[in-house]
């Protein structure tokens, strides 16, 4: 390769997201988010309702949907080797360097843990329930932001954080009548603090992403982030099927779908469709944290929870009781209060920044007339 060809596979490597696109590419990740945070645990809850009970091949499921990451990668590499003036010769192939893959093996493992005991709370849980307590997660999120990445914080989001934790406290001052038929106090309360756990671990994982962004070294582009969540996902994966080896899981699979309420097509349609929603909602949450940042996606996995609860409710027939009432009103009133500062903070910036080019173009007058 001669020096110019060099420089431009250079430049192409250390190009970072134009702003338009970097706010298309938010819209479409905020949808991938939304759509994978509701539909992923109603089709969790799906599973273990009509008779499965594999915890394992469950957290499996929340990152088995890796390979369309790859498909994706392949597309946008031929689309480098086709762009005009870029010689395929020079076409990078992975742009992650071992600094930033080592940290997103660290990431996956942390992950897969992670899906291991969410998928242990939703069985043993209500998926409303379930929902209210995961968005506590935002507060760990935000403390954890504040601790890797220094997330600023305003008076509006402070509010959000204490009424999101407030909601999740009041579920767990009142939980003996949300216990589902035939399932001891011992389990459910295992069920409740598992899934404390789990966001209190998905709430430090995002932070992280963003921490490894920030410590690269490298130009951060979309496609150095799809590779980013492949390689979690992958490693996520790999750590729920050891799961799954230990505890036979993958031997059981044939018998469970045989037994399976809904029939033996439908048990698989719910694993793949259960696939499909998860990989929505990573790979949705790691491109939100790329676009604007952890505490971003985690106000939007918050957001959407009240959505899936009430959808929990609708299609489940979970009892509605009234912590489960205040728990919601303080969850919306803590998004209303986050996004009301988002919008006050957004206000005051576009005004310093009109004021400051008003200035620079008083200035330039000035200037102009002393010559």
């Known amino acids: 390769?001669?020096?110019?060809?060099?420089?431009?596979?250079?430049?192409?490597?250390?190009?970072?997201?134009?702003?338009?696109a970097k706010k298309t590419l938010l819209i479409l990740n905020c949808i991938l988010l939304s759509v994978g945070n509701c539909g992923g645990p109603l089709i969790m809850r799906l599973y273990f309702i009509h008779g499965g009970n594999r915890v394992w091949l469950s957290a499996f499921l929340e990152t088995a949907g890796w390979p369309f990451i790859v498909v994706v990668l392949f597309i946008l590499?031929?689309?480098?080797?086709?762009?005009?003036?870029?010689s395929t010769a020079s076409t990078t192939v992975v742009y992650m360097k071992p600094r930033v893959f080592f940290a997103a093996v660290v990431i996956g493992v942390l992950t897969?843990?992670?899906?291991?005991?969410?998928?242990?709370?939703?069985?043993?849980?209500?998926?409303?329930?379930?929902?209210?307590?995961?968005?506590?997660?935002?507060?760990?999120?935000?403390?954890?932001?504040?601790?890797?990445?220094?997330?600023?914080?305003?008076?509006y989001t402070v509010n959000a954080v204490?009424?999101?934790?407030?909601?999740?406290?009041?579920?767990?001052?009142?939980?003996?009548?949300?216990?589902?038929?035939?399932?001891s106090k011992a389990e459910y309360f295992k069920g409740f603090f598992l899934t404390v756990?789990?966001?209190?671990?998905?709430?430090?994982?995002?932070?992280?992403?963003?921490?490894?962004?920030?410590?690269?070294?490298?130009?951060?582009?979309?496609?150095?982030?799809l590779e980013i969540q492949m390689v979690v996902c992958l490693f996520a994966t790999i750590f729920c099927s050891i799961g799954m080896i230990i505890n036979n899981d993958f031997k059981a699979i044939l018998s469970e779908s045989k037994n399976f309420g809904l029939g033996e097509t439908s048990y698989y349609i719910v694993l793949c469709t259960s696939a499909i929603f998860w990989q929505c909602f990573f790979l949705g949450a790691i491109g939100v944290v790329f676009c604007a940042s952890s505490?971003?996606?985690?106000?939007?996995?918050?957001?959407?929870?009240?959505?899936?609860?009430?959808?929990?409710?609708?299609?489940?027939?979970?009892?509605?009781?009234?912590?489960?009432?205040?728990?919601?009103?303080?969850?919306?009133?803590?998004?209303?209060?986050?996004?009301?500062?988002?919008?006050?903070g957004m206000k005051k910036k576009k005004s310093e920044e009109k004021s400051s080019l008003d200035r620079s173009k008083e200035l330039a007058q000035v200037n102009y007339s002393s010559v």
């Open 197 to 225: 756990a789990a966001a209190a671990l998905y709430g430090f994982v995002l932070p992280l992403v963003e921490l490894t962004y920030n410590k690269a070294n490298q130009a951060i582009t979309y496609t150095l982030v």
């Open 77 to 86: 590499y031929i689309y480098r080797r086709c762009s005009k003036g870029i």
């Open 1 to 20: 390769m001669d020096s110019r060809e060099e420089v431009v596979a250079t430049s192409v490597v250390a190009t970072k997201v134009s702003p338009s």
């Open 295 to 344: 505490l971003l996606s985690g106000i939007i996995i918050a957001v959407f929870l009240p959505v899936t609860e009430a959808l929990g409710v609708i299609f489940y027939k979970e009892p509605f009781q009234v912590e489960k009432g205040v728990a919601l009103v303080l969850s919306l009133w803590g998004f209303t209060s986050y996004f009301y500062g988002e919008y006050k």
């Open 162 to 183: 204490v009424l999101l934790t407030a909601g999740a406290a009041v579920l767990a001052l009142h939980t003996s009548s949300d216990r589902p038929n035939g399932e």
């Open 112 to 155: 897969g843990l992670d899906d291991y005991l969410y998928a242990c709370g939703v069985i043993r849980l209500p998926i409303s329930t379930t929902l209210l307590i995961i968005a506590s997660q935002l507060a760990f999120t935000a403390f954890f932001a504040f601790l890797l990445v220094k997330q600023k914080f305003t008076p």
